[in-house]
């Protein structure tokens, strides 16, 4: 069971970018990186996922070092809009493992003005 | 995501009543999650479903029951509702052709109390 251990709390400012880290020390050779955002009252939201090395989309990037151990979300110049709950999950949903797979409490990410 | 549905959207009920909770989906996808979540922490997967014969149990299945009624229905049961079953629950859809493995829908939630 991968687990993940993530800071519980972050606090930034507009237009700074911010990096949340997560720790996977058990990860499994098969196991993806995913991150979701969650704003109060919604359901979780995809932001990015990756095996290794880094991966970028238009809100994200993701950095994973070799030993896949941890992970780095990366939000370029965040507004007050990013303030949310960010999950680091770790495992792989094509398989009946998916039961495995823990959302954990998060990172309270506050943007300030 | 407005492609996933979820009935009712807030529900009050009292202990030992039988509720069911429903979602629905229009994006065609083939798997099917419930999951719970209560305040300050995130979500617990109670059954998923990777397509209508396919049937599984996650982390927290005990006192639910699913029915996956079609491709794009999956309903959840509380038997016997108790109110340490008061939660947020969250429907989620996803689909393994699109290469992002875990990449998950969710429906707007349903906030359901139990007295």
């Known amino acids: 069971l991968a687990k993940t251990t993530q800071p519980i709390s972050m606090d930034s400012y507009e237009g700074q970018e911010v990096n949340i880290t997560c720790s996977h020390n058990n990860i499994a050779t098969n196991d993806y990186i995913t991150w979701y955002q969650q704003f109060p009252s919604q359901g979780p939201r995809f932001i990015i996922q990756?095996?290794?090395t880094k991966v970028t989309n238009e809100v994200a990037s993701l950095f994973i070092p070799a030993d896949r151990k941890s992970s780095t979300l990366s939000l370029p110049r965040v507004s007050l809009s990013d303030t949310a709950v960010y999950y680091c999950?770790?495992?792989?949903?094509?398989?009946?493992?998916?039961?495995?797979?823990?959302f954990g409490s998060g990172t309270r990410l506050s943007i300030r003005p | 995501d407005a492609d996933v549905t979820q009935t009712p959207r807030n529900r009050i009920t009292k202990t030992g009543k039988r509720i069911m909770l429903e979602c629905s989906q229009t994006?065609?996808?083939?798997?099917m999650y419930w999951y719970r979540q209560d305040p300050g922490l995130g979500l617990r997967l109670i059954y998923y479903?990777?397509?209508?014969?396919?049937?599984n149990k996650g982390e927290i299945s005990d006192g639910y029951s699913v029915s996956r009624q079609a491709q794009a229905k999956f309903s959840l049961s509380l038997e016997s509702a108790i109110p340490n079953q008061t939660a947020l629950y969250f429907c989620?859809?996803?689909?393994?052709?699109?290469?992002?493995?875990?990449?998950?829908?969710f429906g707007p939630g349903t906030r359901l109390t139990v007295l």
């Open positions: 989620a859809t996803s689909d393994m052709a699109s290469g992002l493995y875990n990449e998950q829908f």
């Open positions: 999950l770790v495992g792989d949903f094509r398989y009946s493992s998916a039961s495995k797979i823990i």
């Open positions: 994006k065609g996808h083939d798997r």
């Open positions: 479903s990777f397509d209508v014969k396919d049937i």
């Open positions: 990756g095996y290794k």
